[in-house]
């Protein structure tokens, strides 16, 4: 096993990690239990709160002179959370969590496809209400309704 310079960093909220910058997967669980995930409780708004953590990150970066790939491994550690403790918050299923209107959003596309209309505003129509949206959010809105129309 290859050490690599282990030294504190301070996370905003005062908490103090040891970095291995070898082994940073402490830090990245740090963030996630002592931002991420209480961040989320306080504002329910994932995107927000991935902001928050990859400013954290971001900082520690800057203020430390770290690897910017960190972020990058944060990010994937958060995904590999996402099926499990986080998920827990809400009682929810991943999609669920990253859209808490994905009902919402659904019933919106239910309401503009039975509305009647032709095809070229129906497709103004989608698209706005889509346009908000980032492509991950869009795939996962598509896997969502696959797995409705798909699995029943």
């Known amino acids: 096993m290859r050490l690599g310079l282990v030294k504190e960093v301070k996370l905003r909220n005062g908490t103090v990690v040891e970095f291995d910058e070898h082994e940073p997967d402490t830090l990245y669980e740090t963030i996630i239990r002592e931002v991420l995930i209480p961040r989320y409780q306080e504002n329910n708004d994932w995107n927000l709160t991935i902001n928050i953590i990859i400013e954290e990150m971001n900082e520690l970066i800057t203020k430390y002179e770290l690897d910017p790939k960190l972020?990058?491994?944060?990010?994937?550690?958060?995904?590999?959370?996402?099926d499990k403790e986080i998920e827990e918050l809400t009682g929810c299923d991943k999609i669920e969590i990253l859209f808490l209107n994905m009902d919402d959003y659904v019933?919106?596309?239910e309401r503009l496809i039975s509305s009647g209309k032709d095809k070229q505003e129906l497709r103004n129509d989608m698209a706005n209400l889509i346009f908000p949206l980032t492509v991950f959010e869009l795939g996962e809105l598509f896997i969502y309704l696959g797995r409705r129309a798909f699995l029943k």
């Open 71 to 82: 972020k990058l491994g944060l990010l994937n550690q958060v995904e590999v959370h996402l």
């Open 107 to 109: 019933e919106d596309i």
